[in-house]
Antibody
Framework: QVQLQESGPGLVKPSETLSVTCTVSGGSINYYYWTWIRQPPGKGLEWIGYIHYSGNTNYNPSLKSRVTISVDTSKNQFSLKLSSVTAADTAFYYC??????????WGRGTLVTVSS | QSVLTQPPSVSGAPGQRITISCTGSSSNIGAGYNVHWYQQLPGTAPKLLIYDNNNRPSGVPDRFSGSKSGTSASLAITGLQAEDEADYYCHSYDSSLSGSVFGGGTKLTVL
């Protein structure tokens, strides 16, 4: 079955750009929407945005000015870039497949800490 | 503050039945958008538990059920077990935000 795996830097400095990639295995990235969700340690879930394999995107209005989601169908990957990060962006970043509005499956998540 | 409102915590003894509410508004649940529920066990990623208001993915025990009415939805767990201790999140679409929204999450403690 489809599996997702996030990969990221672990540590990012304030004001820099956070970059995380999700690799899809066990199935094609085509024909679905793919989404990013984050969760600050000990807190709740926040939807960041999604991308369709065709490149169509939709972002959370609260993050829209800083977020870019892209897709590389040749590598079966999609990526998240979040610019001008602060400590408030420290979180577990999860990728997930979005089908019929629900998120399933999810990746295991990657913790990104923003600190100098 | 989350767009969908859940109680921060609920608890129950083994074997009991508990419910978790998820209250929205006319731009999300009340507009007819589906509600999904996720279970997040300690130290793990969320997992789809209920989709489209009241459907269980393959492998989810029938002890878990969902319902929706008006601007609210509920998750019920019967025959509570120690392994059910987790955080539970509701999820829907909001037309005002043009995107997905989550509840703040509910921590279930099995006494």
């Amino acid at each position: 079955q489809v599996q997702l795996q996030e990969s990221g830097p672990g540590l990012v400095k304030p004001s820099e750009t956070l970059s995380v990639t999700c690799t899809v295995s066990g199935g094609s990235i085509n024909y679905y929407y793919w989404t990013w969700i984050r969760q600050p340690p000990g807190k709740g879930l926040e939807w960041i945005g999604y991308i369709h394999y065709s490149g169509n995107t939709n972002y959370n209005p609260s993050l829209k000015s800083r977020v870019t989601i892209s897709v590389d169908t040749s590598k079966n990957q999609f990526s998240l870039k979040l610019s001008s990060v602060t400590a408030a962006d420290t979180a577990f970043y999860y990728c997930a497949r979005q089908a019929h509005s629900r998120f399933d499956p999810w990746g295991r998540g990657t913790l990104v800490t923003v600190s100098s | 503050q989350s767009v969908l409102t859940q109680p921060p915590s609920v608890s129950g003894a083994p074997g009991q039945r508990i419910t978790i509410s998820c209250t929205g508004s006319s731009s999300n649940i009340g507009a007819g958008y589906n509600v999904h529920w996720y279970q997040q066990l300690p130290g793990t990623a969320p997992k789809l538990l209920i989709y489209d208001n009241n459907n269980r993915p393959s492998g989810v025990p029938d002890r878990f059920s969902g319902s929706k009415s008006g601007t609210s939805a509920s998750l019920a767990i019967t025959g509570l077990q120690a392994e059910d201790e987790a955080d539970y999140y509701c999820h829907s679409y909001d037309s005002s935000l043009s995107g997905s929204v989550f509840g703040g999450g509910t921590k279930l403690t099995v006494l």
